[in-house]
């Protein structure tokens, strides 16, 4: 399994950026799938999940009412639509896939997660 994420870059204060992420393998139907992020010299830390069926979504509160994560079940893709980002959004993007239905609780570990993508750098910077 293999999780393929994208659409990192570098964006100003106040702009926006969309990050994507594919799994090929297997499909998660039945899970969960999310976006971490980790800057340098701290530790990874939840972002947003998304319970595949029922499409229930979770946030951190520093980034809920400005990022929207979201599932397209037709192409398999989990969206992350980041606006208003702030010079304190730059880290590396991670997207994590479980193949069991997380409570919300469970989302903000790391342990929790079954696969995780490579990475994808979001540099906010004017």
């Known amino acids: 399994v293999q999780l393929q994420a994208s659409g990192g870059g570098l964006v100003q204060p106040g702009g926006s950026l969309r990050l994507s992420c594919t799994p090929s393998?297997?499909?998660?139907?039945?899970?969960?799938m999310g976006w971490f992020r980790q800057a340098p010299g701290k530790e990874r830390e939840f972002v947003a999940g998304?319970?595949?069926?029922?499409?229930?979504?979770f946030y951190s509160g520093s980034v809920k009412g400005r990022f929207v994560i979201s599932r397209d079940s037709a192409k398999n893709t989990v969206l992350l639509q980041m606006n208003s980002l702030k010079p304190e959004d730059t880290a590396v993007y991670y997207c994590?896939?479980?193949?069991?239905?997380?409570?919300?609780?469970?989302?903000?570990?790391?342990?929790?997660?079954?696969?995780w993508g490579q990475g994808t750098l979001v540099t906010v910077s004017s």
């Open positions: 994590a896939a479980s193949v069991s239905s997380l409570i919300m609780s469970s989302m903000f570990m790391t342990d929790s997660w079954h696969y």
């Open positions: 393998g297997r499909t998660f139907s039945n899970g969960a």
């Open positions: 998304i319970r595949w069926n029922g499409g229930n979504r």
